[in-house]
Antibody, heavy 116, light 110 residues
């Protein structure tokens, strides 16, 4: 059974830092591209970042470019999102999703609250 | 990249059919057959319902179907059921090699 489990969310001050993790199981993680997608409270889905299976290709949404860094460790079946200098508008549930042009499996999400 | 445009809400009686539109541009919806649709119940993660415009993942009822014409994709739910009440989002691959989501549609079963 494919499973994606996010962790690392919580309360962070504006200008601080936070690292989110996504641990995968039930499939060959090293063969799949992955994405981070977020959803602000009461709002719609917003794509955040993409990483290819080998980490050779990475993309970011303009809203997080220069502040967030996506990475993965295939040996640990894990993907990460390093959030630096978060802003109030980064408050959201962050989901990891498997796939290049679609999210065929999603985690349950981890809530990040940016507030002083 | 601007969000794809969806109606805010659509409603229908049980057994009826409804259609949700998703309008983009030639740089996303119109340029690629990589449109997906997701169902999201309150407090839950999104679930893939349609991929590559019109394909259903295993386990998704055939009441759900997708299509595309030009820059607009559509999701049709036939034989509407109470459990179909949820938020629905479209997404598309873009010419910037990124993904873009729709604004979301709340489906209400009357």
């Amino acid at each position: 059974e494919v499973q994606l489990v996010e962790s690392g969310g919580g309360l962070v001050q504006p200008g601080g830092s936070l690292r989110l993790s996504c641990v995968a199981s039930g499939f060959t993680f090293s063969s799949y591209s992955m994405n981070w997608v977020r959803q602000a409270p009461g709002k719609g889905l917003e794509w955040v970042s993409y990483i290819s299976s080998s980490s050779s290709t990475i993309y970011y949404a303009d809203s997080v470019k220069g502040r967030f860094t996506i990475s993965r460790d295939n040996a640990k079946n894990s993907m990460y999102l390093q959030m630096n200098s978060p802003r109030d508008e980064d408050t959201a549930v962050y989901y990891c999703a498997r796939g290049r042009v679609r999210g065929d499996y999603w985690g349950q999400g981890t809530l990040v609250t940016v507030s002083s | 990249q601007s969000a794809l445009t969806q109606p805010a809400s659509v409603s229908g009686a049980p057994g009826q059919s409804i259609t949700i539109s998703c309008t983009g541009t030639s740089s996303d919806v119109g340029g690629y057959n990589y449109v997906s649709w997701y169902q999201q119940h309150p407090g839950k993660a999104p679930k893939l319902m349609i991929y590559d415009v019109s394909n259903r993942p295993s386990g998704v009822p055939d009441r759900f179907s997708g299509s595309k014409s030009g820059n607009t994709a559509s999701l049709t739910i036939s034989g509407l059921q109470a459990e179909d009440e949820a938020d629905y989002y479209c997404s598309s691959y873009t010419s910037s090699s990124t993904l873009v989501f729709g604004t979301g549609t709340k489906v209400t079963v009357l």
